[in-house]
């Protein structure tokens, strides 16, 4: 009952879809796959407070024992309660101006600076990646380069106006670097298909974790 | 939305990319103030946004107005994942776990294969040679050795020497390839947008450029 009914469950599930998939034009399989797809985002929609429980509990720690910075996470947690309930009591959907101005005036634009300060970040971490000097590091450096410079004015300017560095950024991007994420997706492929073997026959039991049983 | 709701929202705007940008040279409290901001406005917007989307339209229209009582089903499990912050009845959140990894491994084992293995493993059998133009040829030849390479460098139950080991180095080069034209486009990606916070800051906030 604790953990056997839900590995039956998973298997169950795992096995019902796949006919479902495999097997189209069967009335029933077609009402369950339908059902199946409409319930997992239901399912996963109801889960979306965890994330926030876990924040709470993370910063409330904080909170209760004064640690560093302990201001800032009462500041988290009223920005998030605050957000949470003027969209569901307050603004109610979508389309609120309230809502909208929240999103466009402040998540968004902050959303934007937050991924665009990650250039400096990763700037560096090229610098360090080139002072090793492997000739991997230099290939991957070289090829950035060529990318980088072929989709800006600046790298036709350095060639008197010769589109050389642009032809070679599209062809690096066409040929070796689908061939590099072909090998990529493939393997990672044959990886998720065995993960979720092992999990829907139950040799992976990682999940039934984290529960204190 | 009036000119004074714009021209506060646009110090608001102002003040945020300002601060987060401060992070750069030197944390501060102010960053850390914005940071703090960022995260808890962005959970809270996820939260809600999921509300609108598929809980009120679930349960108000779906169970409530259109009487779908199936949907009771993937309510019960759905909210059985809280059941993990009562210690004596943790277990119940596994029925949650399992419901999704069932959905997903079958998922995966339905549809993952044939788009990301088959399809794939199709589309590398390329012509190696008369098509024409030698240069197509060159092409196809270095995508179909970088392709086989690529896989080989992932073949960990075999020792990495002599020729297996040669071909794998081949792989590792051309996933450095990969990886250095994703690097390239994702640094383009985050320039175009500090870009356009730099616009917004000369531009709509301190109007020296049009």
């Given at each position: ?39 997992y985002l239901i399912v996963a929609a109801w889960a979306v407070l965890v994330g926030s429980i876990n924040l709470t509990q993370i ?76 000739p991997e590091a230099s290939v991957l450096l070289v090829t950035a380069l060529i990318m980088m410079l072929g989709r800006v004015p ?14 070679m950024a599209d062809w690096i991007l066409n040929v070796p670097n689908s061939a590099g994420m072909r090998g990529i997706q493939i ?27 | ?210």
């Amino acid at each position: 009952m604790k953990k056997e009914l839900p590995v039956a469950i998973t298997l169950i599930l795992a096995i019902l879809y796949v006919l479902a998939n495999y097997f189209t034009g069967v009335a029933f399989l077609d009402t369950a796959k339908n059902l199946l797809d409409r319930w997992y985002l239901i399912v996963a929609a109801w889960a979306v407070l965890v994330g926030s429980i876990n924040l709470t509990q993370i910063h409330g720690r904080r909170i209760s024992g004064k640690r560093e910075g302990w201001i800032f996470s009462v500041w988290l947690l009223i920005c998030l309660y605050g957000m949470m309930f003027f969209g569901i009591f307050v603004a109610k959907n979508a389309s609120h101006p309230g809502w909208t101005f929240m999103y466009n005036q402040l998540i968004a634009p902050m959303n934007a600076t937050v991924y665009s300060t990650i250039v400096f970040y990763i700037g560096s971490a090229a610098y360090r990646a080139f002072r090793v000097r492997s000739p991997e590091a230099s290939v991957l450096l070289v090829t950035a380069l060529i990318m980088m410079l072929g989709r800006v004015p600046l790298g036709r300017m350095l060639l008197g106006g010769h589109p050389a560095l642009s032809q070679m950024a599209d062809w690096i991007l066409n040929v070796p670097n689908s061939a590099g994420m072909r090998g990529i997706q493939i393997g990672a492929c044959l990886g998720g298909v065995a993960t979720a073997l092992r999990i829907a026959l139950g040799i992976e039991r990682g999940h039934l974790g984290g529960t204190g049983e | 939305m009036s000119e004074s709701v714009i021209t506060v929202g646009n110090w608001l705007q102002a003040f945020f990319t300002i601060v987060l940008v401060s992070a750069v040279f030197k944390d501060n409290p102010l960053y850390r103030f914005a940071e703090h901001t960022y995260v808890g406005l962005y959970a809270g917007y996820g939260v809600a946004l999921t509300y609108f989307n598929y809980i009120r339209q679930n349960v108000t229209k779906g169970l409530m107005t259109d009487g779908e009582w199936s949907l009771l089903i993937p309510i019960i499990i759905g909210v059985l994942i809280y059941t993990r912050y009562i210690k004596s009845i943790s277990w119940l959140s596994r029925y949650t776990i399992c419901f999704q990894l069932g959905i997903g491994s079958g998922y995966v084992l339905a549809k993952d294969f044939k788009p990301f293995f088959v399809d794939q493993v199709r589309a590398t059998f390329l012509p190696l040679w008369g098509s024409g133009d030698w240069w197509v040829d060159v092409s196809n030849w270095v995508y179909v050795i970088g392709t086989v390479c690529s896989l080989v460098y992932f073949l960990f139950t075999i020792q990495k020497k002599g020729v297996q080991g040669k071909v794998s180095l081949v792989g590792r080069y051309t996933m450095m390839v990969a990886f250095g034209a994703a690097f390239g486009n994702t640094v383009m990606a985050r320039v175009s947008l500090f870009l356009g916070r730099m616009q917004f800051l000369l531009g709509d906030w301190l109007h020296l450029i049009k």
